[in-house]
């Protein structure tokens, strides 16, 4: 086992005591398993552990740690209980890329839990989506633990789960560690004196993450978690302390010394309870301690409360923890991407965009940077309805990071791919600063897309080419404040999109993504142009698709007829500025005219129409309109 010494301290008013602490890391190998493993002792900075987790175990940093507190003894878990967790849970912590925090012993509420990250590990096909489940235990708990005890604190890393409400003294038979688990603390507390250690070490931790950004006995740890402005969930119905709580939350006045031992009396039959255990129970539980925390705990009956899902209840609880203390924009920013990554507008539009926050475009730029990406068109319109100025967020820096965001499974990175590979035939070999700037890049550049559709749209993309191509070949990178020097010639990646609208219609398109194409259509200017180019874009990529259900989706893209309403409603509202439409030079289509893009994409049914067709025919039409389309009759009727 490999140890390691640090000079942190548990906290900063022990800084008298400050001493070297040692932990280890190793493996604990279940059945042959191979699982990590480490060691610290109780009274280590969270700190420490949690550059371990990062830096040691590779884990992702956490969106959301989920702590699940429980019964730790063996009891009949109700089946509407185990399902909801085993379902919801899994779910929030998969779409989250969320930790969840377990007791880490086979029995009680952690054991309940075991099938469900078992089946998604199983049936889970992503090598990157993994449920994080790490179990935190008393190293006195542990069966067997003299195999384990040879240092003080271990760390381990294993496979899954989640843990409980109890005190941290060590009584009741030990339990064998759950194998599921993906990593586990073990926690043998040096100072005798301090009985609570291990709830200690577990809410610090809990307490240290989220300042990152990135048997019953339930009252020590509840009261701590409210210390430490935890927001927390209880169901009510699943029995033990979670419905004593519930009956106290619906009615405070009940908390009573009398009524206090009535509820553990009907809760916990077979447990006997001195009157001084009642006492202080009761005061915790006080209006003082608990009570006035009404902002940090929400009671849900999933058997009377409706249908919502457990990600949706904890969701809920988190913009309700957050309302409480802040009215401020960037307060909200961590619920807001859990409500983009559990893709829950009607969470966002209901608890967050409800008037009581004033958002600003620069607020909501990484979670509209978030939405794109992940195809969320709903939260894109969200977003702009609620304050998001596109051109101000689209640089051409967040663009070219867009096209960098594409899937490898998706047509587009294939063909930027192989025009990335041609630029790199025709650059002489870099070396020296010039290798440097190439490393720092992202894969692809403008340059690179510009030419993927000039493929597609020839003469009718020199306007975006001439923009793009200008931002510069190794003048990009991943943040947006990087690359203010310029070389001569060059555009700064800062600069704002001279037609974001545009671009992210393309970008969309592009990706097969018609959902959110349409709606940057609906949003941009010169739409009949826009959806003929579309149209043609489509049409060159379905010929070069090789899956067969992309290509026909792509075939049954409805741009063309798109094309066709638009016109026909400008044909209705006047025939003289319709003819006009279809030979104006569009500026944002290289100076191309409607005609030129049509006969490009072979827009069969947009030639079709009346008045389409009428500036055919019509000789006057034709010879009087400066800069008139010069077509071949192929469209003609007749």
């Known amino acids: ?7 942190l301290c548990s906290s900063d008013k022990e800084e008298a005591f400050k001493r070297e602490l040692p932990y280890c890391i190793g493996e604990i190998d279940f059945t042959a398993s191979g699982k990590k493993r480490g060691k610290v002792p109780s009274t280590v900075h969270p700190g420490i552990i949690f550059e371990v987790m990062l830096n040691k175990w590779k884990l992702p940093a956490p969106n959301l740690v989920v702590s699940l507190v429980g019964e730790e003894e063996n009891f009949q878990m109700k089946p509407w209980l185990r399902d909801t967790l085993k379902k919801g849970l899994t779910k929030a912590a998969q779409s989250t890329g969320a930790w969840i925090f377990t007791s880490a012993l086979r ?4 054991r309940h839990l075991v099938q469900a990250v078992r089946d998604h590990a199983l049936a889970s096909t992503s090598s990157t989506v993994k449920v994080i489940a790490i179990g935190i235990t008393s190293l006195g708990k542990i069966q067997h633990r003299e195999i384990l005890d040879n240092t003080k604190v271990f760390f381990a890393y294993s496979t899954h789960e989640t843990g409980p409400f109890r005190n941290d003294n060590i009584q009741g038979p030990p339990y064998s560690l759950d194998h599921n688990h993906s990593h586990f603390i073990l926690v043998d507390h040096i100072a005798p004196d301090e009985p609570d250690g291990t709830t200690k070490l577990r809410l610090t931790l809990e307490k240290h993450i ?18 430490n402005s935890a927001p ?5 119905g699943s029995g033990g302390t979670a ?6 939350m619906n009615d405070p006045q009940l908390i009573m010394p009398e009524a206090v031992e009535k509820q553990f009396k009907e809760k916990f039959p077979a447990e006997s309870f001195l009157w001084k255990d009642i006492l202080q129970w009761t005061a915790t539980v006080s209006s003082y301690n608990i009570v006035s925390h009404q902002h940090l705990l929400t009671l849900h009956n999933f058997e009377q409360d409706g249908s919502e899902e457990l990600d949706t209840v904890i969701l809920k609880a988190l913009v309700k923890a957050c309302k409480s203390h802040s009215q401020e924009a960037q307060e909200y920013l961590d619920e807001l991407k859990l409500a983009v990554a559990w893709n829950r507008v009607d969470i966002a539009k209901s608890e967050i965009f409800n008037g009581d926050v004033e958002w600003k475009s620069c607020d909501l730029e990484e979670v509209m940077m978030d939405a794109l990406v992940n195809d969320k068109p709903e939260f894109v319109k969200l977003f702009i309805d609620n304050g998001a100025n596109i051109s101000e967020f689209l640089t051409y820096s967040r663009l070219q990071r867009l096209y960098c965001s594409i899937s490898q499974k998706c047509l587009l990175y294939e063909l930027l791919l192989k025009k990335h590979e041609e630029s790199k035939l025709t650059l002489s070999g870099p070396t020296g600063q010039q290798h440097q700037e190439k490393e720092m890049c992202p894969l692809f550049t ?6 993927v559709l000039k493929d597609f749209l020839h003469d009718a993309c020199k306007e975006i080419r001439t923009t793009v191509v200008t931002s510069g070949g190794y003048h990009c990178g991943r943040s947006d404040e990087m690359n203010t020097k310029l070389l001569p010639g060059h555009l700064d ?12 219609f393309v970008w969309a398109v592009l990706q097969n993504r018609h959902k959110m194409a349409n709606y940057f259509w609906a949003m941009g200017q010169e739409g009949v142009a826009s959806a003929l180019a579309a149209c043609k874009i489509l049409k060159e990529m379905s010929r070069l698709e090789t899956e067969t259900e992309v290509a026909r989706i792509m075939k049954e893209a409805k741009y063309e007829q798109l094309a066709v309403e638009l016109f026909s409603e400008c044909y209705h509202n006047s025939e003289e500025r319709a003819f006009a439409l279809l030979v104006r030079k569009n500026q944002y289509w290289s100076k191309t005219t409607c005609l030129q893009l049509a006969t490009e994409a072979d827009a069969k049914s947009f030639f079709a129409h009346d ?28």
């Open 1 to 7: 086992m490999e140890e390691i010494e640090t000079k």
């Open 107 to 110: 029995v009680g509420i952690t």
């Open 210 to 227: 989220s300042e990152q950004r990135t048997g019953y006995g339930g009252k020590v740890t509840l009261y701590s978690g409210l210390e």
């Open 232 to 236: 927390w969930l209880i169901l009510a």
């Open 243 to 248: 419905d004593i709580l519930a009956a106290f």
């Open 446 to 451: 403008l340059s690179e897309v510009s030419r």
């Open 493 to 504: 990646m800062n600069q704002k999109s001279e037609n974001p609208w545009r671009d992210l």
């Open 611 to 638: 008045g389409v067709q009428v500036s055919l025919t019509d000789p006057s039409f034709t010879t009087s309109s400066p800069g008139a389309f010069q077509h071949d009759g192929r469209h003609r009727r007749g």
